[in-house]
Nanobody, 123 residues
């Protein structure tokens, strides 16, 4: 059974940093595209960043470019989101996601989702 578990969220002051991790289990994910999404209260879920299986392709929503970095460690089945210069508008529940059995699309076609981790940025 595929499972994605996010960690690393919390409360931070504006200008601070957090590093989110997403550990995948259930099978190997070394060929899967993976992504981070977020959903703020009263807003739709949006893609924040995504990365292909090798890390050679990365894509960010405009609002986080230059501040967030997505990376992955295929040996650990883990994807990371380094978030710097955090702003109050980054406050949201952050979810990681990955492809299903058919992989290699760009952008990835997400089928599996984690439960999310709360990120709160105070002003």
């Amino acid at each position: 059974q595929v499972q994605l578990v996010e960690s690393g969220g919390g409360l931070v002051q504006a200008g601070g940093s957090l590093r989110l991790s997403c550990a995948a289990s259930g099978r190997t994910f070394s060929r899967n595209g993976m992504g981070w999404f977020r959903q703020a209260p009263g807003k739709e879920r949006e893609i924040v960043a995504q990365i292909n299986w090798s890390g050679s392709l990365r894509q960010y929503v405009d609002s986080v470019k230059g501040r967030f970095t997505i990376s992955r460690d295929n040996a650990k089945n883990t994807v990371y989101l380094q978030m710097n210069s955090l702003k109050p508008e980054d406050t949201a529940v952050y979810y990681c996601a990955t492809e299903g059995m058919i992989t290699g699309h760009w952008p990835p076609r997400y089928e599996y989702w984690g439960q999310g981790t709360q990120v709160t940025v105070s002003s």
